[in-house]
């Protein structure tokens, strides 16, 4: 392990963040761990193979998630003078989407949110579900905004985009209006003011275990995904979809144009 402590200490010297080189570290560990700490030096390629295989078939990791610590694992050989040529899993691309919550789905999750008072979920997941807005995004909004059809929000890039409001919001925004902490002016509040990011997360991810949903679903983008999918159902024009939820490209907008993995499986069953 001092090995992989003089490589964390370079990676701070390289002024990476602490996300990264958290993951780093843990990702190394994770896979010196896996060979027991086995000799640096006689490590080969089938090693890595093997160690594939056991992310993808054994512990069901995304290719996303296989490939981060592969990246990982490369530094780290590279750092250690390690001659093995480690590849990234490659995946070929398919025009379907993965882990999107339903319009059940969600319906689920807002209603056990709400059998359990607990109106904040329910009020935000609505938020995300009506308007197709970054859990960041819906942090923003203010108690002052709650009776406006528009609202002017800083985007990715820091870029301020006008959200369209539908009225079926502002009456769930006002249902839940007595139930909230009055710490600040921000709609979404808590014991100690404004909440974050990874309380809707967690509550996301609370309601829908208690629904039976798949946690891979249980987060705040898949009900942006599923607001885009809504859109592009109602054959809204791609470039309007763009606009109303702030893509910076219309080849981000396309994939809402594909069908779910749910939706392909359907047509194969019919044949």
Known sequence: MDKLNDFIDTLFNDDKSKN?????KVDIAQFLTYYKNKDLKSYTKQDIEQYKNYLLNVKHLSISS????????????????IPVRINQVKIQMQNFLNNV?????????????????????????????????????????????????????IGKGKKVRKVFIPNNLHIIWKEYLPYRIKKSDYLFTGIRGKIVSSTIYKSIRKYGAMAGIDQKKCHPHSLRHAFCLSLAKKKIRIEDISSI?????????KLYLRKTQEELLDIVNDI
């Open 66 to 81: 296989i490939n981060r610590k592969l990246i990982a694992i490369h530094e780290f050989f590279e750092f250690c003078e």
């Open 20 to 24: 990264t080189i958290r993951a780093y």
């Open 101 to 153: 919550l339903s319009p059940i789905e969600i319906s689920q999750i807002i209603n056990i949110a709400r059998e359990k008072n607990d109106f904040r979920t329910v009020a935000g997941v609505s938020t995300l579900k009506c308007t197709g807005m970054r859990v960041s995004e819906i942090l923003q909004i203010k108690i002052d905004n709650i009776n406006q059809n528009t609202i002017n929000i």
């Open 245 to 253: 939820v702030g893509h910076q490209s219309l080849e981000t907008t």
